[in-house]
């Protein structure tokens, strides 16, 4: 995974360092693969021009978005970056992003809302990338051996059943993987805790776009009742410990895919991905794994989508070049080598869709990231995002600790809308 800053200067020349093309990556995959894949498509590029210094400098997405708004203030941005799909109404809102030029993006997109996300003010501030949502990944042998079907598993009376049919048989204190605990979810303060837990939430009812235009209560509104007492549920029929709650992301997915510690995994299922269009990444996960999309709340299915988008900084000199550079990074040649490393499917129809499309998995993965719903767009998203993965963390622990939505629930939950109500007083107007 991506935990730590990698830097590759590919061919500068000291002397034409101010005519270098410098792109910023986030590969949720980092290694000495990435590093080559990199390095050859830099190559490639290269070749229709020979004297251009190519830069490619690979962020932690922990550290990435500090980075690229310091870049900016500076006033030294890269020439290309890869930003989150929720990012692109703020840095298109504050000036800092070139709108794309006809004919750079004219493929279809697999998820059609993914057009949405690179649109602010009427303009087109980048062209979708890589898509990413919240599903299930599950372990195949458990399933067959719990006789489980896609049927009994899409909703969420099932899938608790399941879960205490699983924890019966479970030692949280020396996890034999013949005998996983269900699920393997943490409740951390970040963004992909909230990311995880959107879907349930979502649901239960909770209906976030229309709260936030609303701006009245969000996390204290009634309609998320369902969802965080559901979740409790989960997470006590689990054996979620304060320490097991509390994991580091990147451990929690080793103890899935290495150890077998869980039958279920909340995330992107890019080791399905992987495993299916490259044959040598089962050595990296130890157990058969599948896709499963979340199972559906008495509000129906709820679908969170995003990913990622490639955009050129406004400040960027001879733009043809940087939009070039684009127009090769989202293209087969590239991207069919790099999924087969990272496990990100592309966001447009292609040849790997054309190869993988009708395997069971990747039919589930399309229908889910179609139908799934990104992210509100607002100028001020990653502030509020901020804001409610720590409201929702701290839900999460109470919900944990046998708290039901009551008036200590309700208050922590106030204090977090007090802080959203304080951002979205600033007056940037939510984009729909």
Request: hydrophobic share 40%; net charge negative.
């Amino acid at each position: 995974m991506a935990d730590k800053e990698v830097s590759s200067e590919i061919n500068k020349a000291p002397e034409m360092a101010k005519d270098t093309l410098r792109i910023w990556l986030m590969p949720t995959q980092v290694g000495s693969r990435t590093n080559k894949h990199f390095a050859r498509a830099a190559a490639a590029f290269r070749k229709a021009h020979p004297r251009l210094p190519l830069e490619i400098r690979v962020l932690p997405w922990s550290i990435a978005w500090a980075e690229i708004m310091r870049a900016f203030k500076r006033g030294d941005p890269p020439d290309v970056l890869q930003v989150g799909t929720s990012w692109t109404s703020t840095l298109g809102h504050l000036g800092f992003l070139a709108e794309v030029p006809t004919g750079v993006d004219d493929r279809p997109l697999i998820a059609p809302w993914m057009a949405e996300t690179v649109r602010h003010d009427g303009k087109v501030f980048g062209v979708p990338w890589v898509a990413e949502g919240s599903g299930l990944v599950a372990r195949q042998d458990i399933l067959d051996s719990q006789a489980c079907t896609l049927s009994s598993l899409s909703h969420w009376e099932g899938f608790l059943r399941i879960c205490r049919n699983l924890a019966q048989d479970a030692n949280p204190e020396d996890v034999d993987p013949r005998h996983p605990l269900p699920l393997g979810v943490t409740c951390r303060p970040e963004p992909g805790t909230l990311h995880n837990v959107y879907p349930w939430l979502a649901s239960g009812g909770w209906d976030l776009p229309s709260l936030l235009v609303a701006n009245g209560p969000v996390l204290a509104h009634p309609s998320v009742r369902a969802g965080f007492e559901f979740l409790g549920e989960v997470l006590r029929t689990n054996h979620t410990s304060r320490e097991s709650g509390a994991i580091q992301p990147y451990r929690l997915t080793m103890d899935f895919y290495q150890e077998g510690k869980y039958a279920f995994l909340i995330g992107n299922p890019w080791m399905v991905v992987r495993k299916l269009v490259d044959p040598t990444a089962g050595m990296e996960s130890r157990h058969p794994v599948t896709f499963l999309p979340i199972p559906d709340g008495p509000c129906g299915p709820a679908r969170r989508g995003g990913g990622s988008v490639l955009a050129v900084s406004a400040q960027a000199g001879r733009r043809e070049l940087p939009w070039e550079l684009v127009r090769f990074l989202t293209s087969d040649t590239f991207m069919d080598p790099w999924t087969q490393i990272s496990g990100d499917p592309p966001a447009h129809e292609g040849s790997l869709w054309e190869r993988h499309g009708d395997h069971p998995d990747m039919v589930r993965l399309r229908q889910m990231l179609a139908s799934s719903q990104p992210y509100p767009a607002h100028p001020m998203w990653t502030t509020i995002e901020r804001v409610l993965a720590r409201g929702v963390s701290d839900l999460l622990w109470r919900m944990l600790a046998g708290e039901s939505f009551d008036a200590k629930a309700l208050a922590a939950a106030e204090s977090t809308d007090q802080e959203l109500r304080s951002i979205l007083e600033l007056a940037w107007d939510i984009d729909t």
